[in-house]
């Protein structure tokens, strides 16, 4: 209940022990009327956790049925079979709780997912070696206020870290800020890709670069997921969280209103004339580590932004394209991009499924 709500029902029970306030003269209306209003935000606080609840299930359900897990279908039925036979007011009062172990299945999913990508995928890289050496750097952009500027919980002393901006009031202990000019007039986001896939012109000092969005906040070692994931390509990726095809990549960017349906329509159709195969695999380019004097690699990058500049801004429904044209292959982790000992999400409006 309100505090405000609070107050006015003590002050009336104050009065009326002191009797101040007479029986003719009690506010039965007014009381009635606050009593309903906080019984309405009630029920629709409540109504909002519920239908979390659902949708944690639904999603988490949906899922496992698309990836064809029998045994996490399984799993979710069962809560789902313990849950419909408690009360309505139980179920409520155990929303939150519910809401964050279906949270745990779908994230379970999620990393079973990743998982699954980097078995499947097969790269060209076959020296083994870690070719990220020399001068590095961890770089994000942040054009506007879509994001603000998260501060690396784990400093590396080894790494620069820069911020590439046109927000003149972002400010950071940590983050070299360096503000950028939008000659081309690229409207925000594309402005932001520019410099997100063009690392190696705008970060010419170094040998190397480890991308991540303004919604990743950095919390590990990350030369430490270097050493361990690169492979020998000059580019480490991070597969898709759900999804292993461009082609079902731009249904769900058409779904969720991401850009323009008929550029998307038509570059998926240039696309598939071209020859580019289904199912060709994904990765989720919130976080890119490259090599920044590696010919393929740049030549790949200009391939990559150009498809960004000119069709869709999505730049996910591009990179896998830009690599098979070029016949690059990147490295693969198996991680969980949104969440694992190195980087994890923390942009809180919007979940990353």
């Not at 519910?98 to 745990?104: I, M, P, S």
């Not at 670069?209 to 950095?218: A, E, H, L, T, W």
């Not at 098979?324 to 969440?339: E, Q, V």
Request: with cysteine; aromatic share 12%; hydrophobic share 35%.
């Amino acid at each position: 209940m309100d505090k405000k709500s609070v107050q006015i029902l003590n002050n009336l029970q104050n009065n009326l022990r002191k009797g101040s306030l007479s029986i003719e003269k009690f506010p039965i209306d007014d009381v009635l009327a606050m009593v309903k209003m906080e019984y309405d935000l009630w029920l629709t606080e409540k109504k909002n956790q519920l239908e979390e609840y659902m949708n944690a299930y639904a999603l988490s359900l949906s899922l496992a049925v698309d990836k064809k897990d029998m045994e996490q279908i399984g799993s979710i039925l069962g809560e789902l079979e313990i849950d419909l036979h408690n009360a309505s007011i139980e179920v409520l009062e155990r929303a939150e709780r519910l809401e964050k172990t279906k949270d745990c299945a779908v994230v379970n999913l999620f990393i079973k997912n990743a998982s699954d990508a980097y078995n499947r995928y097969s790269s060209s890289s076959i020296s083994g070696e870690n070719v990220f050496e020399g001068k590095g750097v961890v770089y994000t952009v942040i054009t506007g206020n879509y994001d603000q500027l998260l501060e690396p919980l784990e400093v590396d002393e080894n790494l620069d870290y820069v911020c590439f901006t046109n927000n003149t009031e972002l400010s950071s202990e940590v983050w070299d800020i360096r503000v950028i000019e939008n000659i081309e007039e690229l409207d925000q986001v594309r402005l932001a890709r520019k410099h997100k896939i063009l690392c190696y012109e705008y970060l010419k000092e170094y040998d190397y670069s480890i991308y991540v969005d303004g919604k990743i906040q950095v919390i590990g070692n990350l030369r430490k997921y270097i050493e361990k994931y690169s492979k020998g390509s000059p580019m480490l990726c991070f597969p898709h969280f759900v999804r292993s095809c461009v082609y079902e990549e731009s249904y769900a960017c058409i779904q969720y209103k991401k850009d323009d349906v008929t550029i998307i329509q038509k570059q998926m159709a240039e696309y598939n004339q071209e020859g580019y195969p289904i199912n060709n695999g994904l990765i989720d380019s919130a976080c890119l580590v490259r090599q920044h004097h590696d010919p393929m690699l740049q030549k790949v990058m200009t391939c990559w932004w150009n498809e960004v500049k000119y069709k869709s801004r999505r730049d996910q429904l591009s990179i896998g394209y830009a690599c098979w044209k070029n016949n690059f292959s990147y490295d693969l982790s198996d991680l969980f991009i949104y969440r694992n000992e190195y980087i994890c999400k923390r942009r809180d409006r919007e979940k990353p499924y």
